[in-house]
């Protein structure tokens, strides 16, 4: 079975120019998290998706938003770009619901803004 | 979610275990301990959770103290693509989001 896949792999945007990530969880899995890991850090979580609704949300301003679409994929837009905003953008993708599952991280897609 | 904290980094000799630690003392009846590793510029993997039992599985084993409140994963006999960032995650059972902290970053010497 394919893993998460990410794309594209790597972009380059400007400040203030918008950009969107894409992201496919494994066959199968209902849940798809998002998390942006700067140089150094662990990942931070920024969204998490379930039967297409949102079951939380991390600290991260408005400007970043997501969405899954029917068949379980989803996006990340992030808004007016910072420098800041310059990390690797990681997808986890899992079952999800009330038992303990793991979560199966994709490649990540890996953002720099000048 | 609770707070992990882990040695920021560890050695170990290639074929020798290697015994990472991680504290959760206040880790809730319903959070399972999780531990991931990211080698660089790669995505976090999987590799055991448990609750308070011990767990093993192919890649490593878990051992939870009775009180829950550290754990240590152990990869029975290290090898060099080991090296990389060990992930101590504590999490409730239907949350989606993982708290990382900074990890280990496990360095295995020949």
């Known amino acids: 079975d394919a893993g998460v896949t990410q794309s594209p792999t790597h972009l380059i945007k400007t400040r203030g120019q918008h950009v969107t990530l894409r992201c496919s969880p494994i066959s199968g899995h209902k849940s798809v998290s998002w998390y942006q890991q700067v140089l150094g850090q662990g990942p931070q979580f920024i969204f998490q998706?379930?039967?297409?609704?949102?079951?939380g949300r991390g600290n991260f301003p408005d400007r970043f938003s997501a969405r899954q679409f029917p068949n379980y994929s989803s996006e990340l837009n992030v808004n007016a770009l910072l420098l800041g905003d310059s990390a690797l953008y990681l997808c986890?993708?899992?079952?999800?619901?009330?038992?303990?599952?793991?979560?199966?991280f994709g490649p990540g897609t890996r953002l720099t803004v000048t | 979610d609770a707070k992990t904290t882990q040695p920021t980094s560890m050695d170990c000799a290639e074929g020798r275990a290697a015994n990472l630690p991680c504290n959760h003392s206040?880790?809730?009846?319903?959070?399972?301990v999780y531990w991931y590793r990211q080698i660089h510029s790669q995505g976090p993997q999987y590799i055991i959770h448990g609750l308070k039992n011990n767990e093993t599985n192919e890649m490593a084993s878990l051992i939870i103290t009775e009180d829950r409140k550290s754990s240590t994963l152990i990869l029975p006999h290290a090898t060099l693509r080991d090296t990389a960032v060990y992930y101590c995650i504590v999490r409730a059972t239907n949350a989606g989001k993982s708290t990382f902290g900074d990890g280990t970053t496990l360095t295995v010497k020949p």
């Open positions: 986890a993708s899992s079952l999800g619901g009330a038992v303990p599952y793991e979560q199966y």
């Open positions: 206040t880790i809730s009846g319903n959070e399972y």
């Open positions: 998706y379930y039967e297409k609704e949102e079951r």
